[in-house]
């Protein structure tokens, strides 16, 4: 794959996650749909052009390259170690939380109830565990993927997981614009094992798309949570109906 189809595939993306056609981008560029169109197609960006359509998008060239090269970054778990140590502070692990989606460190001490002190103690911690490299500034650059995946039953999902999913589930969906549903059914075991890669493709989508969104000012985004859940589940906790056991 060469890096100018890379730097294209990362522009169609962004473009998808800001819902803009490539209509939209022809009125806002002076130029035809056709055009536009040919441009992506053809993959015949000169570096102005690119530049306009990265303005149109919010992002720098900088930022558009490294959208591109992480596309083929793959998920990683932190160390035993690294887990521990955030599951022990969660202030430690809320500022680790917002570095990986980009928040600077003025927007965390604007955004949030923290004072530059203390958030720079915790930088200092972060960068001890090798998951940061703190730069001078309070300015920061992530020594992990930006698509990291928690230790199934490891510290943090110990300490934290079970309260954080008991509440939210206890929310009001529908109140905060959010969708829930729950359906039941009988499957085969090939059907389910399709249902589970599906699920699987699902929960990559949404981490793609909370990395191509990073590139956008912390104040056009909010943390949205995904649930993806998927298991066998016994009738009888609503009906009473107990299955009859095999002789």
């Not at 989508?205 to 298991?231: C, K, N, W, Y």
């Amino acid at each position: 794959m060469t890096d100018t189809h890379q730097l294209v595939g990362a522009l169609k993306k962004l473009l998808k996650a800001q819902g803009l056609t490539y209509a939209a981008v022809a009125t806002r560029l002076g130029l035809s749909h056709a055009s536009v169109k040919r441009l992506f197609s053809a993959e015949t960006f000169t570096l102005a052009r690119l530049e306009q359509v990265c303005r149109l998008l919010e992002v720098d060239f900088f930022d558009l390259a490294r959208l591109a090269r992480g596309r083929g970054e793959s998920m990683r778990e932190m160390t035993e170690r690294q887990e521990a140590a955030l599951a022990r502070d969660a202030r430690l692990l809320g500022v680790f939380y917002l570095l990986l989606s980009d928040w600077t460190a003025d927007e965390i001490v604007a955004g949030y109830q923290i004072g530059r002190p203390e958030l720079t103690r915790l930088l200092v911690q972060l960068d001890r565990l090798q998951l940061i490299e703190l730069m001078p500034g309070d300015r920061v650059r992530l020594r992990v993927p930006k698509r990291l995946q928690l230790r199934r039953g490891g510290p943090i999902h110990s300490a934290h997981g079970k309260r954080v999913v008991d509440e939210f589930i206890a929310a009001e969906f529908d109140r905060f614009g959010g969708h829930f549903g729950f359906e039941y059914r009988e499957l085969s075991k090939a059907s389910y094992a399709l249902m589970q890669r599906r699920l699987e493709r699902l929960a990559t989508e949404f981490l793609e798309l909370a990395e191509l969104d990073a590139a956008m000012p912390s104040a056009r985004r909010e943390t949205i949570g995904l649930v993806v859940a998927m298991r066998p589940w016994a009738l009888s906790l609503v009906t009473g109906l107990a299955p009859r056991r095999s002789p």
